[in-house]
């Protein structure tokens, strides 16, 4: 199937930092996903993008859809303790119906 | 409160028998899904199911099965078949145009 490449596959950060993670494909996507996943739970929708060029933010998180619609990136402001997870991208393909695809995820570490 | 539940939480079995996760909503959703997590790997598609009593193969359906006998269940079985099934599972539902919402998952374990 189509396949996601996510990076940083991890991060070390200090408290208050700001983090960037990308994900790009090399094919079209109609849809960017980031979810969170906590250890040993399941992902949760953070951010959800439909447009190429959107912009969107939720708290200190902010992300975008690629213009060329082949990637987008989460950057997280001024990073706290709880951010600690991993963070996982995913799209629909363009011409794939409603299927997601994943990204192998970020693991975010802050430390205080 | 709606939501989705997967049990049990953790989950042993051992080599050559087959084993039921269950997964359950209440959020009146149509579409439900089953992924697989391994570690550092994004999910991948088992099974997915849109409508009562049809589903279909995902990316790695082998070893695996399925039923969608009611609209709020979507069990998945581990079969004997499955060479490693070792992993951390993954229910999903949804419903027109909302995004996949997960369950707490289940961890499998071959002993």
């Known amino acids: 199937g189509q396949q996601l490449n996510q990076s940083p596959q991890s991060m070390f950060i200090q408290e208050g930092e700001d983090v960037s993670m990308n994900c790009t494909s090399s094919?079209?996507?109609?849809?960017w996903l980031w979810y969170k996943q906590d250890p040993g739970e399941g992902p949760v929708l953070l951010i959800a993008?439909?447009?190429?060029?959107e912009l969107t933010s939720n708290g200190r998180l902010t992300a975008q859809f690629g213009i060329t619609r082949k990637d987008s990136f989460l950057n997280i402001s001024a990073s706290i303790p709880s951010d600690v997870g991993i963070y996982f991208c995913?799209?629909?393909?363009?011409?794939?119906?409603?299927?997601?695809?994943f990204g192998g995820g970020t693991r975010l570490m802050v430390k205080p | 409160d709606g939501g989705i539940t997967q049990s049990p939480k953790y989950l042993f079995r051992k080599e050559g028998q087959n084993v039921t996760l269950s997964c359950e909503q209440n959020?009146?959703?149509?579409?439900m899904y089953w992924y697989r997590q391994d570690p550092g790997q994004g999910l991948r598609l088992i099974y997915y199911?849109?409508?009562?009593?049809?589903?279909q193969k995902g990316d790695i359906a082998e070893g695996y099965s399925v039923s969608r006998e009611k609209k709020e269940s979507f069990p998945l079985t581990v079969t004997s078949a499955q060479k490693n099934p070792t992993a951390f599972y993954l229910c999903?539902?949804?419903?027109?145009?909302?995004?996949?919402?997960f369950g707490q998952g289940t961890r499998l374990t071959v002993v």
């Open positions: 094919s079209i996507f109609n849809t």
């Open positions: 199911s849109q409508i009562v009593n049809d589903f």
């Open positions: 995913a799209g629909r393909p363009y011409n794939a119906g409603n299927m997601l695809t």
């Open positions: 999903a539902s949804r419903h027109g145009d909302t995004e996949a919402f």
């Open positions: 959020l009146n959703h149509d579409a």
């Open positions: 993008l439909y447009k190429a060029g």
